[in-house]
Nanobody, 123 residues
Framework: QVQLVESGGGLVQAGGSLRLSCAASGRTGSSYTMCWFRQAPGKEREFVAAISRSGSSTYYADSVKGRFTISRDDAKNMVYLQMNSLKPEDTAVYYC????????????????WGQGTQVTVSS
């Protein structure tokens, strides 16, 4: 079992930046594919970014490409999402997810989930 806890969300003006963190605990000896999803009110949970188990490959939704950066620090069991040039449409609850399988863009590809952190971008 892996436990994930997100932090770093908050209220920011459009054009601003936030960095989300995801702390992993439990059986972290195995390497996991890590991913960020988000869910806005009334909408389905959607893929945002993912990083491979080795950290050598990253993947982004078209809507965040060039603005968001996912990274990992396995020594600290941490995953980060640096979000720049934020837009009101980025407002959502952001979830960290982990899987022992290769990167997937669907929620079914992930076995472990955090509780989420709220990001609100004002116009």
């Amino acid at each position: 079992q892996v436990q994930l806890v997100e932090s770093g969300g908050g209220l920011v003006q459009a054009g601003g930046s936030l960095r989300l963190s995801c702390a992993a605990s439990g059986r972290t000896g195995s390497s996991y594919t890590m991913c960020w999803f988000r869910q806005a009110p009334g909408k389905e949970r959607e893929f945002v970014a993912a990083i491979s188990r080795s950290g050598s490959s990253t993947y982004y939704a078209d809507s965040v490409k060039g603005r968001f950066t996912i990274s990992r620090d396995d020594a600290k069991n941490m995953v980060y999402l640096q979000m720049n040039s934020l837009k009101p449409e980025d407002t959502a609850v952001y979830y960290c997810a982990a899987s022992t399988r290769p990167v997937a863009r669907g929620t079914r590809g992930y076995d472990y989930w955090g509780q989420g952190t709220q990001v609100t971008v004002s116009s």
